[in-house]
């Protein structure tokens, strides 16, 4: 259970910043504590009574600072055990402290809360998952998500994982923290599409039992970095699904890290690729110009629409008779998000093991460049 009294913790910038201050006697709570702490990737500090204003050490502590530096007043966020409660009521009153207990049927701990000015009244274990990522959310900063750009073919062989690729190669490029996620299972691996399949770093397979939050940090650092971007795609091994929750979960903690994520997703739509669409800011439906592309990128278009309202047509080349990229953005009732340009020596460079927008002047990278110029001005500014 957890009660909110009098106003929300105070927002946060982004950027890892320091574990929580607990405050409890209670062994018991203390160990449940610190176990949701390790859930949540934090450290914290930990007291028996309200910490000194400076010089005073933790008395029991997974690696705290000085009371000084990490006490009362400068912790993200506050936890107390009901235990402590009446040993704090003297604190200076401050945003960001929870109250927690155990006793469900205890009234006398809303007025506890109150003495103490906290935001919060939890109680476990009913609460672990809410505190869990109130204390991910506090260590890692919550500031702008992600600009989240999905890109899925009209067709087979449409061109989707080359320009998710290029895109994602172009914002690393221009100095903007880049993830590549590879959603489809079939495709192949966008590692090796980048020429990194033996890069160490965990695969889909290593999440597909994610439950509840994913730590964002740990996630950026535990996937292989490639061309100054990392990227989640699939092993060779048997694992061709990952639960919806996990996905859910994993795409969450991508975006809280902030800068850019692409997604290269598959035609066929079920409820993993439902949880990705749910996350995209923008998807880009890439239809060779030709009748048949538009028909069959027509019946995608129905599909994804139902879960992403911004959905936009690339349209690639070379053209039929009668057609252009206005018409082919037409035929679709879709808003026409520029032409692909093709890339001369594109299949020479990936049997170079050079991956797609590499070559900053080339066409394709120029179109990505302006599609994210784009993009950043329509999202408000730089990510």
């Given at each position: 259970m957890a009660g909110n009294i009098t106003h929300d913790p105070p927002p946060t910038a982004g950027g890892r910043r320091g574990g929580p201050l607990i405050v409890t006697e209670d062994t018991e709570l203390l160990d449940d504590l610190l176990r949701l702490c390790a859930a949540a990737g934090a450290t914290p500090e930990v007291h028996h009574s309200l910490p000194a204003v400076s010089g005073a050490t933790a008395g029991r502590t997974g690696g705290g600072t000085s009371g000084q530096l990490g006490g009362w007043e400068a912790a993200p966020l506050v936890i107390v055990g009901d235990d402590a409660?009446?040993?704090?009521?003297?604190?200076?009153?401050?945003?960001?402290?929870?109250?927690?207990?155990?006793?469900?049927?205890?009234?006398?701990?809303?007025q506890r809360a109150v003495e103490i000015g906290a935001d919060h009244v939890l109680m476990l274990p009913d609460g672990e998952q809410w505190l869990v990522d109130r204390i991910a959310d506090v260590?890692?900063?919550?500031?702008?998500?992600?600009?989240?750009?999905?890109?899925?073919?009209?067709?087979?062989?449409?061109?989707?994982?080359?320009?998710?690729?290029?895109?994602?190669?172009?914002?690393a490029r221009e100095g903007m923290r880049s993830l590549l996620v590879d959603a489809d299972p079939l495709g192949?691996?966008?590692?090796?599409?980048?020429?990194?399949?033996?890069?160490?770093?965990?695969?889909?397979?290593?999440?597909?039992?994610?439950?509840?939050?994913?730590?964002?940090?740990?996630?950026?650092?535990?996937?292989?970095?490639?061309?100054?971007?990392?990227?989640?795609?699939?092993?060779?091994?048997?694992?061709?699904?990952?639960?919806?929750?996990?996905?859910?979960?994993?795409?969450?903690?991508?975006?809280?890290?902030g800068g850019t994520v692409v997604v290269d997703l598959p035609r066929r739509i079920d409820d993993g690729v439902a949880e990705v669409l749910a996350q995209l800011d923008v998807g880009l439906l890439v239809v060779p110009a030709e009748l048949r592309a538009v028909a069959a990128a027509g019946r995608v278009a129905t599909a994804v629409g139902m879960v992403l309202r911004d959905l936009r047509v690339a349209v690639r080349g070379p053209y039929a008779s009668g057609l252009d990229d206005r018409e082919v953005a037409r035929l679709l009732g879709l808003p026409l998000a520029g032409e692909v340009p093709v890339e001369p020596g594109l299949l020479r460079a990936a049997e170079s093991r050079r991956p797609p927008g590499t070559s900053a002047r080339g066409p394709l990278a120029r179109f990505c460049r302006e599609f994210w110029d784009r993009a950043l001005v329509e999202t408000g500014g730089v990510v």
């Open positions: 409660a009446r040993r704090v009521r003297g604190a200076v009153r401050r945003r960001g402290v929870v109250l927690v207990g155990r006793d469900q049927d205890d009234s006398g701990v809303w260590t890692e900063g919550v500031g702008k998500p992600a600009l989240t750009v999905g890109v899925i073919g009209g067709r087979g062989g449409a061109g989707a994982s080359t320009l998710a690729c290029a895109l994602a190669v172009t914002s192949g691996g966008l590692d090796v599409l980048l020429g990194g399949e033996t890069a160490d770093g965990l695969r889909w397979s290593a999440f597909a039992a994610s439950r509840g939050r994913v730590g964002s940090g740990a996630l950026e650092e535990s996937l292989p970095e490639l061309h100054a971007l990392r990227v989640l795609s699939w092993d060779r091994g048997d694992c061709v699904a990952v639960p919806a929750q996990a996905v859910r979960a994993v795409l969450a903690a991508a975006r809280r890290r």
